[in-house]
């Protein structure tokens, strides 16, 4: 029991302290219900970051926003920060419908510590700065991005008015106005109809259109009908629509259809991302290697035709994912081919979450994955392990030895 406790005490300890660095400087250590007191005891506003540790701009804003001079002065003046952790913090981050990271939400003591309005996706310091002085001085993100369109309407600027209408539906979903946020992807969808060049695309507008469609039956009904005007005229399209309304279904039905087709073997080529994203989601590996039997050459090609961030950051997802397939159907060859050329492509402790990531979701594990895990842990962390690690062998090891002097000592006790 001595033991027991003792290493108990140790672990706690450590990890104790190791927890001390896991975020910047900027934010407290206070809980969620205490930063709220404490905030509205000194009139300042809460701002809570929800974050997660696999999340690539989570990190990057720890590494370059939060530790920012201004961003740190203007807290210490204006605010309580508050980092919170999804994965360990399940029922806030629920509370609060947080399905993205990073998400910022800010709570004002003028409306009693309600929320008053978040922001969801990475920020430098500049863009964090901007967004949080608006906040302070009345005047919401959507009222901003509303001049905005107006002023790029005036000017006549297509291209900036599908950039800000972008912006506005996306800040008036997380503010349910749904109305507004359903009004901007409607002007949006009908310039990819019309094959106007737009940014963002469909593929990028989807996940805030699902999200819109989940929470408004209007904004549901609509992207019905916006879907049957795609159908037949850009299968792309009319399969990020499906995603959309949640219909897995009829892309897979149409799927399987198509791959008998010769005439559709374009549109299945076209198609591929979206189709692999479901077929992983029901474990169909083998489909997903029928879709792209020459991985290498297919992540080269989408390289060179990556222009968008959106696009980039999905071909640093495909890496993973296509690694992970392969490992699935048991061709570790061409998995470590795919692996090897992400870690050309992108030498980085993201891509190395990302690898682990995806094996580990698809329940494939390799000795190498051990390696990357440790070339993914910060300084603190490994020497964590490695203090906890011999603390423990210590610990087995003393254990062993008082074992086996008790087993000998009763052995040679005298009997009677």
């Not at 900027?26 to 007191?37: G, H, I, M, P, R």
């Not at 029922?91 to 990073?102: E, K, N």
């Not at 492509?345 to 580990?360: C, F, P």
């Not at 895990?373 to 610990?395: M, R």
Request: charged content about 25%; hydrophobic content about 45%; proline content about 4%.
């Amino acid at each position: 029991m001595v033991r027991l406790a003792l290493f108990t005490t140790l672990f706690s300890l450590v990890f104790g302290a190791a927890a001390a660095f896991a975020h910047p400087a900027v934010f407290s250590d206070l809980s969620f219900a205490d930063a709220k007191t404490l905030a509205k005891k000194e009139n300042k506003l809460l701002v809570v970051d929800f974050m997660a540790s696999w999340c690539g701009p989570c990190h990057a804003m720890d590494d370059g926003t939060w530790p920012n001079v201004q961003v740190r002065d203007w807290v210490k003046q204006n605010a309580i920060a508050l980092q919170v952790d999804v994965d360990k913090e399940r029922t806030l981050s629920q509370t609060y419908r947080v399905d993205a990271m990073p998400t910022l939400i800010v709570f004002s003591p003028k409306s009693d510590m309600s929320e008053v309005e978040r922001q969801v996706g990475f920020q430098d310091p500049s863009e964090l700065l901007g967004w949080l002085n608006e906040i302070k001085t009345g005047k919401t993100i959507v009222d901003s991005l509303k001049e905005e369109v107006a002023n790029a309407q005036a000017k006549g600027d297509d291209n900036a008015e599908a950039k800000v209408r972008f912006e506005l539906a996306k800040a008036a979903t997380d503010k349910k106005q749904y109305a507004v946020a359903t009004e901007q992807y409607l002007w949006l969808s009908d310039r990819c109809l019309a094959g106007k060049p737009v940014h963002p695309n469909l593929m990028e507008m989807a996940y805030g259109m699902h999200i819109l469609a989940l929470n408004d039956p209007a904004a549901l009904e609509q992207f019905v009908s916006v879907r049957k005007q795609f159908e037949g005229k850009n299968r792309v399209d009319w399969c990020v629509l499906c995603t959309v309304l949640d219909d897995n279904d009829a892309i897979l039905n149409w799927f399987e259809e198509a791959k008998r087709d010769p005439s559709q073997k374009e549109d299945v080529k076209a198609c591929a991302n979206v189709i692999a994203y479901i077929l992983k989601k029901e474990k169909r590996w083998q489909e997903i290697a029928y879709l792209y039997p020459n991985p290498i050459a297919d992540i080269q090609k989408a390289m060179e035709e990556s222009k968008t961030d959106s696009e980039k950051y999905m071909l640093f997802r495909k890496i993973p994912f296509l690694y992970a397939a392969y490992l699935a159907i048991r061709k570790d060859d061409i998995a470590n081919s795919i692996a090897d050329f992400g870690l050309k492509v992108s030498d980085t402790k993201e891509m190395r979450q990302s690898l682990l990531y995806d094996a580990s979701a698809a329940h494939q594990y390799r000795p190498i994955q051990l390696l990357w895990y440790f070339q993914t842990l910060k300084w603190n962390e490994l020497i964590t392990i490695i203090i906890v690690g011999i603390s423990t062998a210590a610990l087995v090891i003393g254990t062993i030895v008082s074992l086996v002097k008790e087993h000998f000592l009763q052995k040679n006790l005298p009997k009677g």
